[in-house]
């Protein structure tokens, strides 16, 4: 086999082994409705990525030590080579446009109405913490309980800077802006405990602004 060949499938072999544990990670147990897309599509990107890091360093690799120094290689001057610039931008651009496809099923699901929802919570930040605010005016600070498999629609606006609503658990996050009211409908499929953590820089107790969510 060529040296050209050993290193291309050296280094495919090489990032399908580096991609083994972070894909199992990724498998974990999180769980909202849109836990099972949101996860194929971060699989999906780090694959992506790590392929094209596997062509990149295999390349990068290969050349160095082909045209090492004391090698006596023909080393020809590349120039004008039209063939080769349309390839890398045709490759590049079904690319990005196959991963836009990708996240199409994605993001539709998750910014659209859902009209079959069980109850409103308001959900206030401020620094640094949460307010949940219920439909019947009752509220609770730093957590909320709600029931597995209702559909809640999450009404989350700020009072002073902006902060962002995520969970990484239940594969949500949004932006809360002070003056705006941004929606997102939450449907939890596993009882649980979820933690929800500010993911907006928004001042010195940010590490601490942090919330449950409690799924019975
Ligand atoms: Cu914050």
């Avoid at 498998?27 to 790590?50: C, G």
């Avoid at 913490?129 to 597995?148: L, P, Q």
Wanted: with cysteine; charged share 20%; proline share 2%.
């Amino acid at each position: 086999m060529k040296m050209k060949n050993i290193t291309i499938l050296g280094s495919i072999l090489l990032g399908l082994f580096l991609a083994r544990p972070i894909i199992s990670a990724r498998a974990s147990t999180t769980d909202s409705t849109y836990t099972p897309q949101i996860e194929f599509l971060l699989t999906l990107m780090i694959l992506v990525s790590i392929l094209i890091a596997a062509i990149v360093f295999g390349m990068l690799i290969y050349i160095v030590v082909r045209f090492r120094e004391g090698n006596n290689t023909v080393r020809k001057k590349i120039q004008n080579e039209m063939r080769l610039e349309i390839g890398w931008v045709i490759f590049a651009t079904v690319i990005v446009i196959s991963l836009f496809a990708a996240s199409l099923p994605a993001t539709t699901s998750y910014f659209s109405e859902r009209k079959d929802y069980d109850e409103e919570i308001l959900i206030v930040a401020y620094q640094y913490n949460f307010t949940f605010v219920r439909e019947d005016n009752s509220f609770t600070v730093g957590y909320v309980e709600i029931e597995v498999h209702k559909v809640y629609m999450l009404n989350i606006t700020s009072t002073d800077v902006i902060h962002s609503f995520y969970s990484h658990e239940l594969s949500i996050k949004l932006d809360m802006v002070p003056g705006r009211y941004n929606i997102i409908y939450l449907q939890v499929r596993t009882p649980g405990t979820y933690e929800v953590h500010c993911a907006e820089y928004c001042g010195f107790g940010h590490y601490s602004m942090e919330a449950k969510i409690i799924v019975t």
